[in-house]
């Protein structure tokens, strides 16, 4: 839980809730509402409480469309679904005014959004690159939750601890980067870098099942 009175986020997401549940899609409605919650814990005090409750909620049908209804590029579609999904874009003004530019944020922003499996370190890794890219960073959550699909289609949404895929997802509203080219290489790097973290927990977990095998070997060799 990120900090924050806890009545007054309670209070401010049934604000949220009652809106989404009148602007969400119909035939996304219980699914919005299922996953709103979950994002909404991780939003700090200057998002979640500090903006209008419009802006937060239309954040969160972003953040839900960009989960649950936006199929990654073909080249992005490591290992299956979720792939590494990763958009970098600027919002027009009319869109950044709708989630917070210039209520408490700039008008101008740059946003990435991230979907993967979840990995240790994802969110640690690219709040380094961003700094050592010297990009400022604004704001930026890192909900994890579970999901479940039938013909790749996301039909549920629940807590870390409950059953389901454990999926991961980011989203950072930078300073604005103007340049096509720069947003454009950004995107490539993010992906080549949460590549290279999945990457990593694989051949980790690889390691330690091996180890796990040659002790269990031992033990039935030395009669444990």
Partial sequence: MVPGDPQQRAARLAEVMEILGREAPAEDRDLVLSFAPLVFEDMPPSVALELPPSAVAT???????????EMPPSHQLYRGLPGIHVAVWNPGDERARSIGGGSGLPLDTTIVQTHTPDRPFIFDSLKNYFQRSGVR???????????????????????????????????????????KDRRRRMEHEVFSLLKAVSVSYTHLRAHETAMNISYAVFCVKRGG
């Fill in 137 to 179: 960073v604004y704001s930026a959550i890192h909900p994890m939750f579970t999901v479940r699909r039938q013909w790749e289609r996301i039909v549920s949404f629940g807590g870390v601890h409950e059953e389901g895929s454990r999926e991961s997802y980011t989203f950072f509203q930078l300073e604005a980067l103007e340049s």
């Fill in 59 to 69: 954040r969160l049908l972003s953040h839900f469309r960009f989960v649950a209804r």
